[in-house]
């Protein structure tokens, strides 16, 4: 006879309170077909990896939430309180274009999770004659007033401000922050998620991951150590660092170089993470002299260190690792969907059926677009 | 007497009461343990010893059979990063493909990978003595295949892929031990301290068994593996980094 035991009693997971090793989990996935997807199935790929984070910062964004105010930039702030800092983030908004409408996110208090903060939600259509010099005033406009407000309002931070998107962040463990905000009550044609282990920087509501601007959101696992250059560089071209870590950066190099320089994704990730020169003196002559510009122009948007990054935007998502790959990345394809993620389980609790699962090459990008 | 083979349905279980029944059954004097739909269950069999089989249903999380010490772990699916991490003895035998670190700082026993390992494969491998780990590669491996190797084999057979391994940095750091590759291996793809050397009809015969073994594991025939087409990665000095960290 065969003894049967079930597993059903441990489906609640004990939380790990002793981590020896460091590391962040992610996972990303898009429906090139835009078909829309509620966050049940993210929440439990991220909660399984629990074990990569510390329960101080995890955080979920998806595009195609917010149809009823699809053309409205969709602006998520924490604020400290609904006074001051709301008064002046009012008075700025209105300065700068029309809040079409606003509210408090809906959130559910969770034994485990402690509300730092209050999510708030605008949307909002700038006034575009207000912006020159640029071929996109409107993401000019809402740039400039989030870089505004998060250097100079106190007390609040605006921590997603793209179209028809949202990003849902908190100080907690992957189910806890997922049950604070509800996720399943949102549905996303693609999903990034993030657990943190914050190691350089405390874990506080605005480090937890994903990063956005505008259109950008970034999840991240590993660690910048070009930051200081990267950021100093950004900075000379007026994104304004304000989240105390590094992945940050990122969002702002990704709206850099893909929105204002007109880059793809697939060409900023040959200037983040571009080849060896020994490997680019080994290639057709065309592209060694389209490689060797990219270095030479884009050398101070070069990221060392170790990193495994999936950036989303409206029309699609990338994923990449570092050069010499030291973080997890797996890619997983299942008819119209793509996932990028830090483990193979975690896809395969979201998708089951999932039909290829592979190990992009590093510095390779990874990349699942939207077919119209 | 008979012990019958313990079967634990595995679906939503976390590693620590998996692993409590499993060391407990190994004390009951259980010789078989079948776990099924296994996903994500990191550390299945750490620090494990004695003599049984686990049959893995599903994709076990990282670090399968850490520091194991004796039992046979075979994997019927894909493995996560780290299977065999500084294992002592046994056999680790996976149907599918490994993530990163395959094999890391492993002391003794096998790992058999049908498919592809990630980055970093046997890194820091070692060996003393009797104890010489082998880790054995069906398809191919990216970079860094036995970076800081101090001891043991790794094989690559390279099934579908040519050449077998393409990505850079291989032996990167090696100071002991020998990696073997099917085919011929490009000179840019070594890594810094690491020499290649030809591959004789005496490192046939030594490897030999280690071919057949894993073609029985999986079911594939070994006359095609058993001839001199392979190359061979050794230190090309005991202290690669002599220069680099300290003076004499």
């Known amino acids: ?372 | 007497m008979q012990v019958e083979p313990l079967v634990i349905d595995v679906k939503g279980m976390h590693y620590t009461p998996l692993n409590k029944q499993i060391r407990a059954a190994v004390a009951s004097g259980v010789r078989e343990i079948v776990l099924n739909n296994v996903l994500g269950q990191r550390f299945i069999a750490n620090g494990l010893r004695g003599d049984v089989r686990i049959t893995v249903n599903g994709v076990p999380g990282g670090d399968l059979g850490m520091f194991m010490s004796g039992p046979e772990c075979e994997v019927f699916g894909d493995a996560e990063h780290a299977p065999g991490n500084t294992m002592d003895s046994g056999t680790l035998v996976i149907h599918g493909s490994a993530g990163d670190a395959v094999a890391h700082s492993m002391r003794g026993g096998s790992v058999f990978v049908k498919g592809n390992i990630g980055y970093r494969g046997g890194i820091h491998m070692k060996e003393y003595e009797d104890k010489r780990p082998i880790l054995a590669i069906g398809g191919t491996s990216h970079a860094f295949l036995g970076e800081y190797m101090a001891g043991g084999l790794i094989l690559v057979l390279g099934i579908g892929h040519d050449p077998a391994v393409r990505d850079r940095g291989i032996g990167s750091g090696i100071h002991g031990g020998e990696i073997v590759i099917r085919g011929d291996v490009s000179e840019r793809l070594l890594g810094v301290g690491a020499m290649k050397v030809e591959f004789t009809e005496e490192d046939l015969e030594r490897i030999s068994p280690v071919i057949k073994e894993f073609c029985e594991r999986f079911d594939l025939d070994p006359s095609k593996f058993l001839d001199t087409h392979y190359c061979r990665i050794v230190p090309s000095s005991s202290r690669p980094f002599a220069g680099k960290y300290t003076w004499e």
């Open chain 1, 1 to 372: 006879m065969v003894k049967f035991i079930s597993g059903k009693y441990y489906l609640i997971a004990p939380k790990p309170n002793i981590i020896v090793i460091n590391m962040c989990g992610i996972i990303g996935v898009i429906d090139r077909t835009m078909s829309r997807m509620d966050g049940s199935s993210i929440k439990e790929a991220l909660s399984l990896m629990d074990e990569r984070g510390s329960g101080e910062g995890a955080g979920y964004v998806a595009y195609g939430i917010y149809p009823d105010y699809a053309d409205c930039y969709a602006i998520h702030v924490f604020f400290d309180n609904l006074l001051e800092p709301k008064t002046r983030v009012d008075e700025i908004l209105k300065q700068w274009g029309r809040v079409v409408y606003q509210e408090e996110i809906p959130t559910y208090e969770q034994p485990d999770l402690k509300r730092e903060h209050i999510p708030w939600r605008y949307f909002f259509k700038p006034y575009t004659d207000l912006m020159v010099g640029t071929k996109n005033p409107d993401d000019d406009n809402v740039k400039r007033l989030v870089m505004n407000i998060n250097a100079n309002v106190e007390g609040a931070l605006i921590f997603s401000s793209g179209k028809d998107l949202g990003v849902f962040k908190a100080s907690g463990w992957p189910e806890d922050v997922a049950n604070f905000y509800r996720i399943e009550d949102y549905k996303g044609y693609i999903w990034l998620a993030h657990n943190r282990y914050p190691t350089n920087t405390s874990g506080w509501w605005g480090g937890a991951h994903p990063f956005n601007l505008l259109d950008w959101s970034v999840v991240h696992n590993g660690e910048i150590t070009s930051y200081g250059t990267n950021r100093r560089y950004v900075e000379g071209h007026g994104y304004q660092c304000t989240m105390l870590t590094d992945t940050e950066v990122v969002a702002y190099l990704f709206d850099l170089l893909g929105r204002r320089h007109g880059l793809t994704s697939e060409m900023v990730v040959e200037a983040l993470a571009p080849p060896f020169w020994d490997e680019i003196d080994e290639m057709p002559e065309k592209q060694q002299e389209l490689m060797r510009a990219i270095r030479l122009t884009y050398g101070p948007a070069l990221m060392n260190g170790p990193f495994a990054i999936v950036v989303a935007t409206n029309d699609g998502i990338v994923g990449f690792s570092d050069r010499i790959k030291l973080r997890p990345l797996v890619a997983g394809e299942n008819g119209s969907r793509l996932y990028i993620s830090s483990e193979e389980a975690a896809i395969r609790t979201m998708d089951p059926d999932v039909e290829t699962i592979y190990m992009p090459r590093a510095g390779e990008p990874v990349v699942g677009r939207v077919v119209e």
